[in-house]
Structure formats: C-alpha cells, structure tokens
C-alpha cells in the first residue's frame, strides 16, 4: 500500500465528492441554510477553502524545512497520537459540533461553480505537496496547526487530518441540502 497514493486518493475522492454535490443540487439549495444553526453547502465548501489555504503555507514551510535539515523518508510513514485522536474526531457522522475559529468561518455564501473551482484549485495544490512531499520522512517533522497554535502533530497527520476534515464537512453540506429537500418536498 503506498501511503502517498492513498493521501492523493483521498484528495480526488473530496474533489469527486464536491463535484457530485454541485452537480445534483440546485443553485438556490446549494447557498441556503437549512437552519439557523447550521452551514449552507456553500458554506461547508467556502470552510474547506479557507481551510486549505490557511494549511498550504505551513505544509510548504514544514516540507522545505524537511528537505534543508535532510529528514529522510521512512518506509512507512504515520500518525503520531495527536493526530489519530484529531482524525477520529473529524470523521463523519459528526460526533459533536466545535465552534471553528473566526477566521474560518465563511464571510459569505458563494454561486455552485465559484465555490467548486476553488475548491478544486486548492485540493490540487495540496495534492501537489503531498507528491513532493514524497523525500521527506513525514512522520519525522511537525507542524503547527493553523486552527490553534497550541496544537502540534506531524506532517503525515497533518495530510490525514485535512481529508478526515473535508469528509466532515462535505457530509455536512450533503447533509444541508437533504434536509431542505426535505423541507421543499
């Protein structure tokens, strides 16, 4: 089983997995919130985006950190603790909500097509990092998550933890727009 392989799998199953929503929603369900309390499809997607972009420098940063200090790869890379306790969490169905920081929380809803092609855009760079990442011993660097400074895992986590994250909130925009057409039927 090749670990990079499956990282990069798991990033064109969320681009698949966005695609279909957008593709078998219609635009005013895809931007409506099916409640007060809860993100639009949108939203979900728009979090994902803002999501990705805030990781993308930091794993950057952690790769050609890796590479200067000459961290060599490992046959297998894995999780640390940390890690495997942050991705169980964010596995889907969502066990229990977690208030995101400010600076992750969309600003707005956006149209089907804008939403999906950035979306698409960022999971391509980060597929990218994870194909250069493929010299580097993963498990050997860590990151700093940008969601709270406080919380460090490595680099292999870190991939894990942003596509057990964007599983979370995919189901979660699928989840939004079932429940309006529910409410429409």
């Known amino acids: 089983m090749d670990r990079f392989a499956d990282l990069e799998a798991e990033l064109n199953d969320a681009i698949d997995r966005a695609r279909r929503l957008v593709d078998s929603t219609e635009p005013r369900l895809f931007t409506v919130r099916p409640n007060l309390s ?16 805030q990781f993308l420098p930091v794993l950057r940063s952690a790769i050609e950190d890796a590479r200067k200090r000459g961290v060599k790869p490992e046959k297998k890379p894995s999780m640390d603790f940390l890690g495997r306790i942050l991705r169980w969490f964010l596995e889907p169905p969502v066990r229990s909500r977690v208030k995101t920081a400010a600076r992750f929380v969309p600003k707005g809803v956006r149209a089907k097509a804008e939403a999906l092609a950035e979306f698409v855009g960022l999971q391509r760079q980060l597929i990218e990092l994870v194909r250069s990442a493929e010299d ?7 990151v700093v998550s940008p ?5 460090r895992y490595n680099l292999y986590s870190a991939f894990l933890i942003i596509t057990a994250h964007q599983r979370r909130h995919l189901w979660q925009a699928e989840q939004a727009v079932t429940a309006l057409r529910k409410t429409a039927a």
């Open 136 to 142: 580097v011993g993963l498990s050997r660097v860590k």
């Open 38 to 53: 809860a993100w639009s499809a949108s939203e979900c997607i728009a979090h994902l985006s803002i999501s990705s972009d």
């Open 147 to 151: 969601f709270d400074k406080r919380v």
